[in-house]
């Protein structure tokens, strides 16, 4: 009667316990119905998509009747043939320069020349975070090799104080400029020259004609390190070569605080479609976008006040995909239940309109993910500046002077419109949303949504390690418990419970070898005229000997002796952090990780633990088991990304390494996600697969 007494007397576990228990002794199917309720809520998000709205009630757009007239057309016209002009007489684009700022002189502007250097591109590791630095070399005699001039013209608001600033900025070739960057230029000057009369004004103007001769983001980033980080220079006065009368202008002038920036450009005409269009490029670097107000009030006055398409970019290979054609039927009529269920459940959406969504919901997310930004709006993000990147994609021939005068009334009443409502702000954007995937112009998934599917995938994580660790230590004292019953008088010599730091050991010694593979691309980079085949055969040798070295020197997870059980939980211990992490830095990398990672680290079991089931299930669970692993290996997730966004299937060795290459360029933290979380966790799942289940207890029973 006393032990009953002594168990009634105890207190039952609080309920928070009694479901992790239950959830840990049903981790195989809770994980099943986690990771297909997170793939299903992933392809749900095209119909959770909604209408954007203006949250910033002082931006107004469109309250104002517009002031760009025909008067800034015939400037903008005289602009284009005195630039014509002075391109055909100008030496390496000096002539365009002086033209450029000459015009912004006499509109009263303050004026200035920025030179600058491209940046080099060499991977280091103490500089990875860091901005770009122009650190060429420099000619004997003093003067710089190969330099870019920018040219920078600022309007003093007459109702400011100066403090704030919005930017504008206008990318061409001075050394081979072309017909739609003309129309670029004289689409700048006009607004640029309206903007100088306007009475209106509360904001500096700032007008940048960026020299994109090294790319537009290298003159646009150069300008802005200037702008905020000023650089003192001694010893050496430098006059660009020709050119005597920039000796006044070389004085950098600044402006107040960045408020927004509009980068644009003239694309190529387009053959097809009605009208002339608008595409909106807002992602910069590790996944960062602008506050959703500018794009809101970008894409509303282009559509309903000057007729212009709005696009967004797109995967293209989606649009004619079988597969995702039919999984939009099947969403349709799962919507259309619903929506006969709960008249509030607004999710059927049309097969095409999902279609479309989820191209450009794929882009999206792959291009925050990629961690590159898609334009030199970027630049400005990196200072947290609001930025946004339009290309207008005219359907008329640059010549045709009618068409011609009618886009530039067009395109400068939006720049007008936009610069109005920027101006109005009291203070930056900061009521609508800076974390979004687009899926339209005109739509977005907010922060709230499009967790849930990561939520999803990542709920059976400390689950499973949890009930993994349990097993591995029952079993730990079952095996004690056997050795001690043969001899009463010798205690255990090894405690269960500390088993896991051999699994610990066996992680960290393949995080050391992830740091080392992540970091021997600055050494391999160093190798004179390498080409990219060669520099990847040789980071792979490189990583494998250093991998066989570290396992020489400290034992391999199989020479150690950990369970096979305590190795996957220590993995999805680990892919729990570098997950949330990333989720912390850039969530869409972390969404794409956790899609290809979690499902391989969950389901992964040693191929000789599976000889005991009968055929069929031993069948599917290895076929999964090798095509997850596959899919797994960074190289082949890069590979099918590759084919998914650009359509293209080829493989090439070298293929690797210039990806890997442009993710260091740009500093991008996917590229430490992939080789400090994912390529860890495949290694570690490789292990478990091959893990030879040697069991201890048989052992025990012999002795």
């Known amino acids: 009667m006393e032990p009953s007494a002594k168990e009634d007397k105890q207190p039952k576990p609080r309920l928070i316990v009694r479901l992790g228990i239950f959830l840990a002794s049903h981790h195989i199917l809770f994980s099943a119905l986690c990771c297909s309720a997170g ?37 903008a016209n005289k602009f284009i043939k005195g630039i014509e002009a002075a391109a055909g007489e100008s030496r390496g684009g000096m002539e365009m320069s002086k033209f450029i700022v000459q015009q912004m002189k006499d509109l009263g502007a303050e004026v200035c020349y920025h030179e600058f250097l491209p940046h080099s591109k060499h991977f280091h590791p103490l500089k990875f975070f860091t901005s770009m630095t122009n650190d060429l070399a420099v000619r004997p005699n003093g003067t710089y090799s190969n330099s870019g ?18 930017v504008l900025v206008t990318p061409y070739n001075p050394q081979k400029v072309q017909a739609n960057e003309v129309l670029s230029l004289a689409l ?36 802005l390190n200037q702008y905020h980080n000023p650089m003192f220079v001694g010893g050496v006065k430098h006059e660009p070569d ?23 450009k003239v694309g190529e005409t387009r053959n097809y479609g009605d009208r002339d269009s608008v595409t909106m490029y807002a992602e910069a670097s590790n996944g960062q976008m602008p506050n ?86 970027g630049a400005f993000r990196d200072y947290q500046v609001d930025a946004v990147s339009l290309e207008f994609s005219p359907t008329f021939y640059i010549r045709n002077e009618n068409a011609k005068s009618s886009f530039l009334v067009r395109g400068g009443r939006l720049l007008e419109g936009v ?20 899926t339209a112009p005109s739509k977005f998934i907010s922060v709230g949504v499009y967790m849930i599917p990561f939520a999803l995938l990542v709920a059976p994580l400390p689950i499973v390690a949890a009930a993994l660790a349990d097993g591995s230590r029952k079993k730990g004292e079952s095996i004690d418990a056997s050795k001690t019953k043969g001899s009463a008088d010798n205690l255990p010599t090894e405690v269960g419970s500390w088993k896991w730091l051999q699994a610990a050991r066996v992680l960290l010694v393949i ?16 190798i004179p005229d390498g080409t990219p085949i060669q520099s990847s055969v040789i980071w792979v040798v490189l990583a494998i000997l250093t991998l066989i070295v570290l396992y020489a020197m400290f034992g391999s997870p199989y020479s150690a002796g950990v369970e096979w059980k305590l190795l996957k939980a220590t993995m999805i211990t680990s892919i729990s952090i570098g997950l949330g992490l990333m989720s912390i830095i850039n969530f869409a990398t972390a969404q794409l990780g956790a899609l290809i990672v979690i499902p391989m680290c969950l389901f992964s079991r040693p191929l000789k633990a599976q000889l005991g089931m009968s055929f069929l299930p031993r069948t599917v669970l290895c076929a999964s088991n090798i095509l997850l692993a596959i899919f797994g290996f960074p190289p082949a997730a890069l590979l099918i990304m590759k084919g998914l966004s650009k ?17 260091w360029e740009w500093s991008s933290a996917t590229y430490l996600y992939l080789f400090l979380v994912h390529l860890p966790c495949w290694l570690l799942c490789i292990h478990v697969l091959l893990h030879p289940c040697r069991q201890v207890g048989s052992k025990v029973k012999r002795e």
Do not use: C
């Not at 469109?62 to 008067?71: I, Q, R, T, V």
């Not at 001039?149 to 919005?166: L, M």
């Not at 479309?356 to 709006?377: C, D, F, K, M, R």
């Not at 080392?516 to 160093?526: C, E, G």
């Open 419 to 438: 610069v109005r409502s920027v101006n109005n702000l009291l203070e930056k954007f900061h009521q609508s949303f800076f974390l979004y995937f687009l």
């Open 188 to 223: 700048g000057f006009s607004v640029f020259s309206l903007l100088s009369r306007a009475a209106w004004l509360s904001k500096d103007i700032v007008w940048l004609s960026a020299d994109s001769q090294f790319g537009e983001y290298t003159a646009v980033s150069a300008w």
């Open 647 to 663: 359509g293209s299937w080829t493989v090439d060795l070298g293929d690797f390494w210039a990806s890997m290459e442009f993710l």
């Open 149 to 166: 001039t920018n040219t920078i013209g600022i309007i003093r608001a007459p109702r400011g104080d100066g403090k704030e600033a919005i």
């Open 292 to 377: 959703l107000d500018l794009l809101n009030v970008v894409h509303y006055l282009a559509v309903h006040r000057q007729g212009f398409r709005v696009n967004i970019e797109t995967i293209s290979s989606l649009l004619s995909s079988a597969w995702l054609r039919a999984i939009a039927e099947v969403i349709h009529t799962l919507g259309s239940i619903l929506r006969k269920i709960n008249p509030d459940w607004k999710l059927d959406i049309t097969a095409s309109d999902y279609v479309e969504g989820t191209a450009n919901l794929a882009s999206s997310i792959y291009n925050q993910a990629l961690g590159v930004p898609t334009g030199s709006h």
């Open 511 to 526: 995080q050391l070898w992830a740091v080392i593979v992540s970091l021997l691309p600055y050494y391999i980079s160093q």
């Open 39 to 75: 793939i299903m809520a992933l392809l749900f998000l095209p119909s959770l998509a909604k209408n954007t709205y203006l949250s910033e009630n002082a931006l107004i757009p469109g309250s104002a009747n517009p002031l760009f007239s025909s008067e800034d057309v015939t400037e």
């Open 242 to 264: 020709g050119i005597a009368e920039k000796a006044e202008f070389t004085d950098f002038k600044r402006a107040g605080t960045m408020a927004a920036a509009l980068i644009f």
